[in-house]
């Protein structure tokens, strides 16, 4: 069976902080996928990063970046200098050959000016 | 130039009706989904679809029923529904079944 843990239901950060969003995941598989998306108060969900079980190399857009490590089942999820647009719900989410997401319980990030 | 549709965005209904939301996607994909988030904002899979063919089929009432006239449409039909199915409805689809997930924009449902 598949479990994503998000264990920060909420976090409060002011504005040019940074916070990281952590994701711990469960699998027997060893071939899956990690992700994560991004909810905003419009409510549409944005896919943001996806990573395989093989790929450990730590990825880095922008102000975004995030660590997988294999040997603690984590893939954390950093916003370096946040903004008030990264306001949202952020999902890790977990695919490990039974062809659908597993996804955690969300993190709200809320970035005050 | 939507990636994936869905109509309508927002849908309130009697309980005991019957109604439908419809899913469509022009990225091509092979497989599409319906996902379920509740109010406490947990997303669980509902039904997946690869080729027009059920491939997921999670345990969800049979008063749900997914159709998949064609590949780029996936539609969810609702019976007899019910003050618990209120909750914002996603349709996403995949070019297979382990690629990246492009969600719709959601259809939030509110039974009265």
């Known amino acids: 069976a598949q479990k994503v843990t998000q264990a920060q239901t909420e976090i409060s950060v002011v504005e040019k902080e940074d916070v990281t969003l952590d994701c711990v995941y469960e699998?027997?598989?060893?071939?899956?996928?990690l992700f994560w998306y991004k909810q905003p108060p419009s409510g549409e969900l944005v896919f943001l990063i996806r990573?395989?079980?093989?790929?450990?190399q730590n990825e880095i857009s922008g102000r975004y970046s995030w660590n997988f490590q294999k040997s603690t089942s984590s893939f954390n999820f950093t916003i370096t200098a946040s903004q008030v647009v990264d306001s949202a719900v952020y999902f890790c989410?977990?695919?490990?050959?039974?062809?659908?997401?597993?996804f955690g319980k969300g993190t709200k990030l809320s970035v005050i000016p | 130039d939507t990636a994936v549709s869905q109509t309508p965005k927002y849908l309130v209904t009697q309980m005991g009706n019957d109604k439908s939301i419809k899913c469509e996607q022009n990225?091509?994909?092979?497989?599409m989904y319906w996902y379920k988030q509740d109010s406490k904002k947990f997303l669980k899979i509902m039904f997946s679809?690869?080729?027009?063919?059920?491939?997921i089929n999670e345990t969800v009432p049979n008063r749900f029923s997914p159709k998949s006239p064609d590949k780029a449409h996936l539609n969810l039909h609702i019976n007899s529904l019910e003050l618990g199915d209120s909750a914002v409805y996603f349709c996403?689809?995949?070019?297979?079944?382990?690629?990246?997930?492009?969600f719709g924009p959601g259809t939030r449902l509110t039974v009265l």
């Open positions: 996403a689809s995949s070019q297979d079944t382990a690629d990246t997930q492009y």
């Open positions: 699998t027997r598989d060893t071939t899956y996928y």
């Open positions: 990573r395989n079980s093989f790929d450990e």
């Open positions: 989410a977990l695919e490990a050959g039974s062809y659908q997401l597993t």
């Open positions: 990225l091509g994909h092979d497989t």
């Open positions: 679809y690869n080729n027009k063919e059920l491939i």
